[in-house]
Protein backbone atom coordinates (compact mmCIF):
# COMPACT_ATOMS: atom_id res chain seq x y z
CA UNK A 1 0.00 0.00 0.00
CA UNK A 2 0.89 3.62 -0.63
CA UNK A 3 1.56 6.29 1.68
CA UNK A 4 0.82 9.99 1.26
CA UNK A 5 4.09 12.09 2.24
CA UNK A 6 1.53 14.80 3.97
CA UNK A 7 1.19 13.35 7.62
CA UNK A 8 1.52 14.29 12.02
CA UNK A 9 2.24 12.36 14.21
CA UNK A 10 2.98 12.60 18.20
CA UNK A 11 4.56 10.76 20.68
CA UNK A 12 5.58 10.51 24.43
CA UNK A 13 7.84 9.28 26.96
CA UNK A 14 8.84 9.54 30.32
CA UNK A 15 12.30 8.88 32.59
CA UNK A 16 13.64 10.67 35.68
CA UNK A 17 11.04 13.10 36.29
CA UNK A 18 11.12 14.50 32.81
CA UNK A 19 8.67 13.89 29.93
CA UNK A 20 9.76 13.91 26.55
CA UNK A 21 7.53 14.84 23.49
CA UNK A 22 7.81 14.00 20.01
CA UNK A 23 5.77 15.86 17.12
CA UNK A 24 6.61 15.42 13.48
CA UNK A 25 4.91 16.72 10.49
CA UNK A 26 5.55 16.66 6.66
CA UNK A 27 4.86 17.95 3.42
CA UNK A 28 5.65 17.39 -0.69
CA UNK A 29 8.89 17.26 -1.37
CA UNK A 30 11.25 15.69 -4.29
CA UNK A 31 13.76 14.60 -1.81
CA UNK A 32 13.77 13.25 2.32
CA UNK A 33 14.97 16.54 4.04
CA UNK A 34 14.68 16.20 7.61
CA UNK A 35 14.90 19.50 10.05
CA UNK A 36 14.80 18.47 14.06
CA UNK A 37 14.80 20.98 16.82
CA UNK A 38 15.07 20.56 20.25
CA UNK A 39 16.20 22.05 23.37
CA UNK A 40 20.04 23.33 23.08
CA UNK A 41 21.18 20.47 25.92
CA UNK A 42 19.87 17.66 23.99
CA UNK A 43 21.44 18.57 20.92
CA UNK A 44 23.14 15.48 21.20
CA UNK A 45 20.45 13.16 20.14
CA UNK A 46 19.68 15.01 16.80
CA UNK A 47 21.90 12.09 15.03
CA UNK A 48 20.18 9.12 16.52
CA UNK A 49 16.59 10.88 15.67
CA UNK A 50 17.78 11.56 12.44
CA UNK A 51 18.62 7.72 11.45
CA UNK A 52 15.54 6.63 13.23
CA UNK A 53 13.19 8.88 11.67
CA UNK A 54 15.05 7.92 7.58
CA UNK A 55 14.58 4.28 8.79
CA UNK A 56 10.46 4.99 8.23
CA UNK A 57 10.26 7.90 5.84
CA UNK A 58 11.75 7.86 2.25
CA UNK A 59 10.80 11.10 0.87
CA UNK A 60 8.97 14.43 1.87
CA UNK A 61 10.17 17.48 3.64
CA UNK A 62 9.74 16.50 8.02
CA UNK A 63 10.06 18.95 10.43
CA UNK A 64 10.64 17.15 13.82
CA UNK A 65 10.30 18.70 17.39
CA UNK A 66 11.66 17.53 20.94
CA UNK A 67 9.79 19.26 23.93
CA UNK A 68 10.78 18.61 27.72
CA UNK A 69 9.19 18.98 30.46
CA UNK A 70 9.47 18.42 34.36
CA UNK A 71 7.05 16.13 35.26
CA UNK A 72 7.75 16.50 39.42
CA UNK A 73 10.88 15.19 41.15
CA UNK A 74 14.34 15.60 38.70
CA UNK A 75 16.86 14.93 41.48
CA UNK A 76 18.43 18.32 41.44
CA UNK A 77 19.80 19.44 44.91
CA UNK A 78 19.35 22.68 46.23
CA UNK A 79 22.81 23.65 48.39
CA UNK A 80 23.33 26.34 51.36
CA UNK A 81 26.56 28.14 51.67
CA UNK A 82 25.86 28.71 55.43
CA UNK A 83 29.11 30.02 56.16
CA UNK A 84 29.00 32.37 53.36
CA UNK A 85 25.44 33.23 54.82
CA UNK A 86 26.53 33.96 58.30
CA UNK A 87 29.52 36.02 56.80
CA UNK A 88 26.90 38.27 55.07
CA UNK A 89 24.95 38.14 58.33
CA UNK A 90 27.43 39.44 60.00
CA UNK A 91 27.98 42.26 57.73
CA UNK A 92 24.18 43.40 57.29
CA UNK A 93 24.18 43.66 61.58
CA UNK A 94 27.53 45.71 61.66
CA UNK A 95 26.07 47.88 58.90
CA UNK A 96 22.92 48.12 60.87
CA UNK A 97 24.89 49.01 64.00
CA UNK A 98 27.27 51.14 62.65
CA UNK A 99 25.04 53.29 61.23
CA UNK A 100 22.08 53.21 63.50
CA UNK A 101 19.52 51.57 61.58
CA UNK A 102 17.74 48.64 61.85
CA UNK A 103 17.99 44.93 60.50
CA UNK A 104 15.33 43.75 58.41
CA UNK A 105 17.29 41.14 57.70
CA UNK A 106 14.98 37.42 56.82
CA UNK A 107 15.37 34.17 55.06
CA UNK A 108 14.41 35.45 52.15
CA UNK A 109 16.62 38.18 52.00
CA UNK A 110 19.56 35.41 51.40
CA UNK A 111 17.82 34.33 48.02
CA UNK A 112 18.78 37.44 46.05
CA UNK A 113 22.40 37.22 47.44
CA UNK A 114 24.98 35.50 44.88
CA UNK A 115 26.22 32.19 45.67
CA UNK A 116 24.14 31.78 49.27
CA UNK A 117 22.10 29.11 47.38
CA UNK A 118 23.37 26.66 44.27
CA UNK A 119 21.51 24.22 42.69
CA UNK A 120 22.93 20.93 41.69
CA UNK A 121 21.73 19.08 38.99
CA UNK A 122 21.80 15.36 38.96
CA UNK A 123 23.81 13.67 36.73
CA UNK A 124 21.65 12.56 32.95
CA UNK A 125 22.48 9.54 31.39
CA UNK A 126 22.74 10.11 28.09
CA UNK A 127 22.06 6.74 26.43
CA UNK A 128 19.03 5.91 28.59
CA UNK A 129 17.34 9.34 27.25
CA UNK A 130 18.74 9.08 24.22
CA UNK A 131 16.98 5.79 24.34
CA UNK A 132 13.64 7.34 26.28
CA UNK A 133 13.11 9.92 23.37
CA UNK A 134 13.79 7.56 20.54
CA UNK A 135 11.15 5.11 22.39
CA UNK A 136 8.62 8.46 21.96
CA UNK A 137 9.55 9.40 18.15
CA UNK A 138 8.83 5.53 17.30
CA UNK A 139 5.25 6.32 18.83
CA UNK A 140 5.03 9.37 16.88
CA UNK A 141 6.38 7.87 13.56
CA UNK A 142 3.22 5.30 14.33
CA UNK A 143 0.70 7.57 14.68
CA UNK A 144 2.72 9.53 11.58
CA UNK A 145 2.45 6.50 9.27
CA UNK A 146 -1.22 5.82 10.35
CA UNK A 147 -2.44 8.81 8.66
CA UNK A 148 -0.19 8.61 5.57
CA UNK A 149 -1.61 4.98 4.99
CA UNK A 150 -4.71 6.16 5.59
CA UNK A 151 -4.19 9.41 3.19
CA UNK A 152 -2.64 6.85 0.79
CA UNK A 153 -5.64 4.43 0.77
CA UNK A 154 -7.60 7.69 -0.75
CA UNK A 155 -4.98 8.48 -3.43
CA UNK A 156 -5.25 4.87 -4.48
CA UNK A 157 -8.93 4.89 -5.19
CA UNK A 158 -8.79 8.02 -6.82
CA UNK A 159 -5.54 7.33 -9.18
CA UNK A 160 -7.45 3.76 -10.00
CA UNK A 161 -10.33 5.66 -11.06
CA UNK A 162 -7.99 7.92 -13.48
CA UNK A 163 -6.14 4.67 -14.43
CA UNK A 164 -9.63 3.37 -15.68
CA UNK A 165 -10.38 6.01 -17.52
CA UNK A 166 -7.41 5.65 -19.58
CA UNK A 167 -7.74 2.24 -19.86
CA UNK A 168 -11.87 2.64 -21.43
CA UNK A 169 -9.85 5.49 -23.62
CA UNK A 170 -7.26 3.46 -25.01
CA UNK A 171 -9.76 0.95 -26.00
CA UNK A 172 -11.53 2.77 -27.53
CA UNK A 173 -8.83 4.09 -29.73
CA UNK A 174 -8.39 0.28 -30.58
CA UNK A 175 -11.84 0.48 -31.90
CA UNK A 176 -11.69 3.35 -33.75
CA UNK A 177 -7.94 2.56 -35.59
CA UNK A 178 -9.81 0.25 -37.87
CA UNK A 179 -12.77 2.63 -38.94
CA UNK A 180 -10.01 5.16 -39.67
CA UNK A 181 -8.55 2.98 -42.34
CA UNK A 182 -11.76 1.93 -43.75
CA UNK A 183 -12.96 5.56 -43.83
CA UNK A 184 -10.11 6.93 -45.84
CA UNK A 185 -10.29 4.13 -48.38
CA UNK A 186 -14.11 4.84 -48.98
CA UNK A 187 -12.84 8.66 -49.51
CA UNK A 188 -10.25 7.76 -52.15
CA UNK A 189 -12.65 5.10 -54.03
CA UNK A 190 -14.97 8.11 -53.65
CA UNK A 191 -12.59 10.46 -54.91
CA UNK A 192 -11.48 8.77 -57.96
CA UNK A 193 -15.00 7.53 -58.85
CA UNK A 194 -16.05 11.43 -58.99
CA UNK A 195 -13.08 12.37 -61.42
CA UNK A 196 -13.03 8.75 -63.48
CA UNK A 197 -16.81 8.34 -63.67
CA UNK A 198 -17.50 5.05 -65.25
CA UNK A 199 -14.18 4.62 -66.26
CA UNK A 200 -11.65 1.82 -64.38
CA UNK A 201 -8.99 2.16 -61.58
CA UNK A 202 -5.96 0.72 -60.85
CA UNK A 203 -7.15 -1.42 -58.27
CA UNK A 204 -3.42 -2.09 -56.85
CA UNK A 205 -2.62 1.63 -56.96
CA UNK A 206 -5.36 1.99 -54.29
CA UNK A 207 -4.79 -0.90 -52.08
CA UNK A 208 -0.97 0.44 -52.34
CA UNK A 209 -2.36 4.02 -51.12
CA UNK A 210 -4.55 2.32 -48.36
CA UNK A 211 -1.59 0.16 -46.49
CA UNK A 212 0.54 3.52 -46.70
CA UNK A 213 -2.03 5.18 -45.01
CA UNK A 214 -2.80 2.13 -42.89
CA UNK A 215 0.46 1.94 -41.63
CA UNK A 216 1.03 5.96 -41.00
CA UNK A 217 -1.83 6.07 -38.59
CA UNK A 218 -1.11 2.60 -37.14
CA UNK A 219 -1.18 3.16 -33.06
CA UNK A 220 -1.08 -0.74 -32.12
CA UNK A 221 2.45 -0.47 -30.72
CA UNK A 222 1.36 2.62 -28.82
CA UNK A 223 -1.76 1.41 -27.54
CA UNK A 224 -0.15 -2.09 -26.21
CA UNK A 225 2.34 0.09 -24.23
CA UNK A 226 0.14 2.04 -22.96
CA UNK A 227 -2.00 -0.33 -21.99
CA UNK A 228 1.26 -1.83 -20.28
CA UNK A 229 2.28 0.96 -18.48
CA UNK A 230 -1.35 0.90 -17.12
CA UNK A 231 -0.65 -2.55 -15.67
CA UNK A 232 2.17 -1.67 -14.19
CA UNK A 233 0.93 1.39 -12.88
CA UNK A 234 -1.74 -0.52 -10.71
CA UNK A 235 0.54 -3.23 -9.82
CA UNK A 236 2.90 -0.65 -8.36
CA UNK A 237 -0.34 0.64 -6.31
CA UNK A 238 -0.79 -2.69 -5.25
CA UNK A 239 2.68 -3.57 -4.26
CA UNK A 240 3.12 -0.15 -2.19
CA UNK A 241 6.23 0.68 -0.58
CA UNK A 242 8.23 4.17 -1.65
CA UNK A 243 7.10 4.14 -5.53
CA UNK A 244 6.10 7.93 -5.82
CA UNK A 245 9.34 8.29 -8.14
CA UNK A 246 8.69 5.24 -10.05
CA UNK A 247 5.55 6.47 -11.12
CA UNK A 248 6.26 10.09 -11.39
CA UNK A 249 8.34 8.26 -14.14
CA UNK A 250 6.06 6.26 -15.27
CA UNK A 251 3.91 8.85 -16.19
CA UNK A 252 6.07 10.58 -18.40
CA UNK A 253 6.23 7.66 -20.61
CA UNK A 254 2.23 7.49 -20.43
CA UNK A 255 2.20 10.86 -21.68
CA UNK A 256 4.72 10.37 -24.27
CA UNK A 257 2.46 7.21 -26.07
CA UNK A 258 -0.76 9.50 -26.17
CA UNK A 259 1.00 12.42 -27.97
CA UNK A 260 2.25 9.63 -30.40
CA UNK A 261 -1.44 8.65 -30.73
CA UNK A 262 -2.73 12.16 -31.50
CA UNK A 263 0.05 12.75 -33.66
CA UNK A 264 -0.05 9.72 -35.79
CA UNK A 265 -4.45 9.15 -35.82
CA UNK A 266 -4.90 11.86 -38.18
CA UNK A 267 -8.98 11.49 -37.00
CA UNK A 268 -10.77 13.77 -35.23
CA UNK A 269 -12.34 11.55 -33.11
CA UNK A 270 -9.22 10.21 -31.94
CA UNK A 271 -8.21 13.60 -31.19
CA UNK A 272 -10.95 14.27 -28.76
CA UNK A 273 -9.79 10.83 -26.70
CA UNK A 274 -6.26 11.89 -26.53
CA UNK A 275 -7.23 15.33 -25.04
CA UNK A 276 -9.23 13.31 -22.62
CA UNK A 277 -7.01 11.07 -21.94
CA UNK A 278 -3.74 13.72 -21.82
CA UNK A 279 -6.16 15.70 -18.91
CA UNK A 280 -6.52 12.40 -16.60
CA UNK A 281 -2.74 11.88 -16.90
CA UNK A 282 -2.01 15.41 -15.87
CA UNK A 283 -4.49 14.59 -13.11
CA UNK A 284 -2.28 11.68 -11.91
CA UNK A 285 1.10 13.56 -12.06
CA UNK A 286 -0.68 16.00 -9.68
CA UNK A 287 -1.53 13.59 -7.77
CA UNK A 288 1.56 11.64 -7.64
CA UNK A 289 3.45 14.23 -6.04
CA UNK A 290 1.60 13.35 -2.97
CA UNK A 291 3.02 10.04 -3.04
CA UNK A 292 6.23 9.00 -0.86
Not at 38 to 58: G, S, V, W
Not at 98 to 119: C, H, K, M, W, Y
Not at 152 to 164: F, I, N, S, W, Y
Not at 255 to 268: A, H, Y
Request: charged share 30%; proline share 2%.
Amino acid sequence: MIKSMTGYGAGKAEFNGKVFTVELKSVNSRYSDFSIKMPRIYTYLEDPMRKAAALRINRGKVDIYLNVESSGEDGSVVNVNTALAEEYLKALRNLATQFGIPSNATAETFLRIPDVFTVDKAEENAELITQTVIAALNEALDNFDKMRIAEGEKLTRDLCEHLKFIQNATEEVEKRSPKIVDEYRARIEERMRDILGSATYDETRLMTEVAIFSDKVNVNEETVRLKSHISQFEKMLADGGSVGRKIDFLIQEMNREINTIGSKSNDLEVARIVIDVKAEIEKLREQIQNVE
